[in-house]
């Protein structure tokens, strides 16, 4: 990966946060938009949009324009300078993962820590600064084959409770 195309970071190893060049960039209220934000950058690969839409949106009457609405907010946090890092048709949703750089992948992908130096060891460890996804709760609705009604819920996110709806 060249430097240039990681000037996005997404943290999620603690509090969630996206900086550019090292500022921090300041996010849309909606937890769900910032969950979904989080999901594509830790999964790093296209995500139809049934699915998606299934996960996070199962309840409204419109969760496809509720998906619509998210990405739109997504990308005016990703997407600089002409260079699209969320990559979405009428199928499929992914982030490149050229453009973002996110903290997890970077700590997943270490082999043997032993051939590290101290710096980068210490920029691991710093990395790790609370609980994975510390952001607002919500729930991910999983449904049944059949009608698509909610069968279960699983929280999967959870952090202050100052969070903004």
């Known amino acids: 990966m060249r430097a240039e195309d990681q000037t996005l970071e997404v943290c999620v190893l603690g509090e969630f946060a996206v900086r550019r060049n090292g500022e921090d960039v300041g996010l849309p209220p909606s937890r769900k938009t910032r969950a979904l ?16 839409c ?7 009457d419109d969760p496809r324009g509720a998906l619509r609405w998210s990405l739109s907010k997504i990308r005016q946090i990703v997407n600089d300078d ?23 992948r ?3 992908s270490i082999g043997d820590m032993a051939s590290l ?4 060891l210490e920029g691991i460890a710093r990395a790790f600064n609370g609980r994975f996804l510390r952001i607002c709760r919500f729930r991910i609705v999983r449904s049944s084959k059949r009608g698509g009604y909610p069968t ?5 996110w959870s952090g202050p409770a100052s969070c903004a709806p």
């Open 117 to 120: 130096d101290l710096d980068e």
């Open 54 to 60: 299934q996960m996070f949106w199962a309840r409204p």
């Open 82 to 104: 002409g260079r699209d890092a969320l990559i979405a048709d009428r199928n499929s949703v992914t982030l490149r993962s050229s453009s973002i750089s996110a903290d997890l």
């Open 37 to 52: 934000l989080a999901y594509l950058a830790v999964v790093g690969r296209p995500q139809r949009r049934e699915r998606l």
């Open 152 to 156: 279960s819920t699983r929280s999967i």
């Open 106 to 108: 970077r700590v997943t």
